[in-house]
């Protein structure tokens, strides 16, 4: 780009330089216009003729044309909105650059040059939309230079102003040069690589890129995106752009006007195609070279792999057989890599299972031997409390009626007394070990938890142990029936409150509430009483465990109540804190079978 800049500028410079040669004359007489018909109109026109500049033009200070090298019958005409000529007369110095001029100005300077410079607007692909279908303005290179004479005291004058100008519409002088210097016309399967394009707006007035049927793509135009770019932003574009039917490594730069207006673009491309190639060729080259090595690395991987496996493989066949029961078996491997590092440890576990099997069943056989004692004890007690209830019955009968007789003494009414109070008290023992040690048949039906503790709190006001408590029921209402048998939920409410009832001492409060927790019905019993020791609360459901004072309590009443509710699928669940109080949640399934 920087070079075709200066190709482009240089032709530009060479066009002042003649100008400049021309225009400084040692002294002129007369006036311009009696000038021009001598020796100055010969002179102008041999500089036409043998410099191939376009336009030759003399203009007056007023900036009317004076003479018309290339036209001299037209003369007269006021081209000072020209922008070169504009700027001259200004600064009244040389201004040179590249000016856009009408078709109107074009016909005064030649008809010629005004046919030259129509152009036919072609679609191309990826440029922006227009209307417009020719452009029959013309893009021209000049320079002016102030017309000076010198008077007898040899003062500088400037008498008027010496125009002259190349029109780029399709004039490929400049485009060619820059090819031929730049690129060195090198070309690719017959095309050429580097190429050069003058645009004026987006449109191609100038060019050396290929279009159809192999002719220079003149009246082509830019894609919106270099568009955009470039003639809207302002800015130079450096990368690759889709050049009328070809991807081109590209530079395009504003072209301004003697205003600074950006009018047109200088372009140079190079054709992506020979340079993509080789880069085809290393891709290919790539991919072959990746796919050896994938290959390579996938034997390499499957060998390692099946060397690294097979440890694994012994170590599946070891679990296997300690999942079969064979708790004996070992891995084989003794090696100090990490895979005998882990068979080393997988063994150390195989032997810590196979030492708790061990101890668990050594413990389990205690446990089973253990529970066919109690078995025995609960089938023992069983015979005993049935054998005794009998004797019993017929002791306690025997005392009643002795003590109806009429002729008693107060001494053997007493001691008639302490063999009731205590033959019942045995009879009670009897009936809770009997109780304990039978399994009774479920009579389940539907009932709701609220109503049952509300049917048990009647019953026991009276209690002289509950008379001096305040109950508190706090039920939910969205409570669902409960399948159970109502009758042994009596007997576990019951037992829990009436010893919530003995646990406090003088007067204090029993809090009953039910609720919803998941999938379970929640009655919880909470007493203000003096509460259970924290080392006994793991003992309150042994059978025979009290801690109620001697001839209060068997001992059987919670282990009883808990059978109960585990019967029902349910459990029961206690938290003390010994001076302040006991709660006992017991939970029932919702959905019980």
Excluded at 510 to 537: A, M, R, Y
Aim: proline share 3%; glycine share 6%.
């Amino acid at each position: 780009m920087n070079s075709a800049r200066d190709i482009y500028n240089n032709s530009i410079d060479q066009i002042e330089q003649v100008l400049k040669a021309v225009s400084i004359r040692r002294r002129i007489s007369y006036p311009l216009e009696q000038e021009v018909k001598g020796d100055l109109g010969k002179v102008l026109q041999n500089i036409y003729n043998n410099s191939g500049i376009d336009m030759l033009t003399l203009v007056g200070t007023d900036g009317r044309v004076i003479y018309r090298a290339h036209n001299p019958q037209q003369k007269g005409d006021d081209i000072s909105e020209i922008s070169i000529i504009k700027k001259v007369l200004e600064e009244w110095k040389p201004a040179k650059g590249t000016m856009v001029v009408s078709q109107e100005i074009l016909q005064n300077e030649s008809e010629e040059l005004a046919k030259r410079a129509i152009i036919k607007i072609e679609d191309t692909p990826k440029s922006r939309s227009i209307t417009k279908k020719f452009e029959n303005r013309g893009f021209i290179i000049a320079s002016a230079v102030p017309f000076v004479s010198f008077d007898n005291e040899n003062n500088e004058k400037i008498l008027g102003f010496l125009m002259g100008g190349y029109l780029i519409n399709n004039h490929f002088e400049i485009v060619d040069k820059i090819k031929s210097e730049v690129f060195q016309d090198q070309s690719y399967e017959g095309e050429d690589i580097g190429t050069a394009t003058i645009f004026f707006d987006d449109l191609r007035i100038s060019t050396n890129v290929k279009g159809t049927n192999d002719q220079r793509a003149t009246g082509s135009r830019m894609s919106s995106e270099v568009y955009d770019h470039v003639i809207n932003d302002g800015k130079i574009w450096d990368d690759r752009a889709f050049v009328v039917n070809n991807w081109y490594i590209t530079s395009y730069e504003p072209i301004r006007d003697p205003d600074n207006k950006i009018i047109g673009s200088l372009y140079v491309g190079l054709l992506e195609e020979p340079y993509k190639q080789p880069q085809k060729v290393i891709i290919v080259f790539f991919i072959i070279m990746l796919s050896i090595t994938a290959i390579a690395s996938l034997f390499l991987l499957f060998f390692y792999t099946k060397k690294l496996l097979k440890p694994m493989d012994n170590i599946i066949a070891m679990s296997k057989k300690i999942i079969a029961g064979d708790l004996t078996a070992r891995c084989s491997i003794h090696s100090s890599c990490d895979m005998g590092i882990l068979c080393k440890t997988i063994n150390q576990m195989a032997e810590a299972i196979e030492q708790r099997e061990k101890e668990l069943q050594r413990v389990t056989q205690r446990q089973i031997f253990q529970s066919e004692k109690l078995a025995s004890i609960g089938r023992l007690s069983a015979g005993i409390a049935h054998e005794i209830n009998n004797p019993l019955t017929g002791v306690l009968t025997f005392a009643h009626l002795l003590k109806q007789k009429k002729n008693n003494s107060e001494e053997d009414v007493n001691d008639l007394d302490v063999i009731i109070r205590e033959t019942t008290r045995v009879r009670e023992i009897v009936k809770g070990l009997l109780d304990f040690a039978r399994q009774t048949p479920f009579k389940k039906e539907h009932f709701n938890i609220n109503d049952i503790l509300h049917q048990i709190l009647k019953l026991i006001k009276n209690q002289k142990e509950i008379r001096k408590i305040v109950i508190e029921e706090n039920y939910s209402k969205n409570i669902p029936d409960c399948y159970c048998d109502k009758n042994q939920l009596q007997q576990v409410f019951l037992n829990i409150i009436l010893n919530a009832g003995e646990a406090i001492p003088n007067t204090g409060t029993i809090t009953l509430t039910t609720s919803i927790k998941q999938d379970h019905i929640v009655i919880t019993i909470k007493d203000t009483g003096c509460g259970i020791k924290k080392e006994n609360l793991n003992k309150i459901f042994d059978p025979f465990y009290t801690t109620k004072p001697v001839n209060k309590g068997t001992g059987l009443g919670l282990s009883i109540s808990y059978g109960i509710i585990q019967q029902h699928g349910g459990n029961i669940e206690c938290g003390s804190e010994e001076g302040k109080g006991t709660t006992f949640n017991v939970f029932l399934p919702i959905k019980n079978d």
